[in-house]
């Protein structure tokens, strides 16, 4: 794929991403300049959120869904799952194939080169990707994930850039955890109420605090802590978006292939802080499989390093 990439993707959609700039760069007005990109974004854009590709690949890099769109401009789109194209913005400009991700990736890519300053936002709660713009004194919403769905919406065409508020109730979210994407800095209390989530535990070697995404049926990690095991408890803060449930997990590995397991649903209601106290020691016991795959792997490589070792031996002799 790299080939490729050099060759006819990274030209091409460079060129696409120049054209465009050229085109911004006359317009003074920021509000103006960021709707023409949304709409340039929008355009022939292939939409791949809760949509299985037509064919997927392994390649060096990473796994590639293949869209099949016959009428389309393209025949063929591509959507990388590796994190090296997913991100990238000529590769995005090129085929405009994806969700939320890629399209706030190369919107503020290109916001950020026509001179405004920018950041990607994520809510991984909500399985949701954003952009904020910088107006000189504060950060502003930018989503070009709603303005292509609801640019032609009566009432709602223009809630894409700078309504904070309608980020919730469009969606119909209570959104759980707010960060800048690039270092994971926390901006939950610019979107929503937070409550504070106070945990205190012992004899844990991890703790975690997941939320389910029901579109999705998997759960996601909000926050994570690795300890090292102490006699005495701990506690950990966290702040959360209120109105939502959350589940709280502490973790023991015993003996690297069996570990103790705790879990506690809990749900934040208006203007509330919980605390949870979790023991591992009390909770179910598991079965490590990662552990029991990893020491397996081991024990075969040892296992044919020892007979080669042991047949050159026997060759010398």
């Given at each position: 794929m790299l080939a490729p990439y050099f060759l006819i993707i990274k030209p091409t959609g460079e060129n696409n991403i120049n054209a465009v700039l050229s085109e911004i760069k006359t317009i003074n007005q920021t509000d103006k300049k960021l709707e023409r990109l949304a709409e340039w974004e929008a355009e022939d854009f292939t939409e791949t959120f809760a949509k299985e590709p037509n064919l997927?690949?392994?390649?060096?890099?990473?796994?590639?869904?293949?869209?099949?769109n016959i009428s389309n401009s393209q025949p063929i789109k591509i959507r990388p799952i590796s994190i090296i194209f997913s991100h990238d913005p000529y590769w995005i400009s090129y085929f405009k194939t994806g969700a939320c991700l890629e399209r706030a990736y190369l919107f503020n890519f290109i916001a950020n080169q026509s001179g405004e300053v920018t950041r990607v936002v994520s809510s991984p709660g909500n399985d949701h990707v954003w952009?904020?713009?910088y107006n000189g004194t504060e950060w502003n919403y930018a989503d070009p994930t709603f303005y292509y769905y609801y640019h032609n919406s009566p009432g709602r065409e223009k809630a894409w850039l700078n309504e904070t508020p309608m980020l919730q109730s469009a969606w119909g979210w209570q959104l759980s955890k707010v960060t800048i994407a690039s270092d994971e800095t926390e901006l939950t209390k610019n979107y929503t109420d937070v409550g504070?989530?106070?945990?205190?535990?012992?004899?844990?070697?991890?703790?975690?605090?997941?939320?389910?995404?029901?579109?999705?049926h998997r759960n996601v990690s909000l926050f994570s802590k690795h300890l090292k095991e102490s006699p005495r408890k701990e506690m950990v803060i966290y702040q959360l978006g209120l109105s939502n449930n959350y589940t709280v997990t502490a973790e023991k590995n015993n003996y690297y292939l069996l570990s103790k397991r705790i879990?506690?649903?809990i749900v934040f209601l208006d203007n509330e802080s919980t605390t949870v106290n979790l023991n591992p020691e009390t909770g179910r016991e598991e079965i490590d499989y990662l552990s029991i795959v990893f020491w397996t792997v081991i024990v075969v490589v040892y296992g044919i390093i020892l007979y080669q070792f042991y047949k050159k031996m026997r060759e010398r002799k």
């Open positions: 997927f690949l392994f390649g060096i890099l990473g796994g590639y869904g293949l869209y099949f952009v904020e713009v504070n989530l106070t945990i205190i535990f012992n004899s844990s070697n991890q703790v975690t605090v997941s939320q389910f995404i029901a579109g999705e879990d506690e649903k």
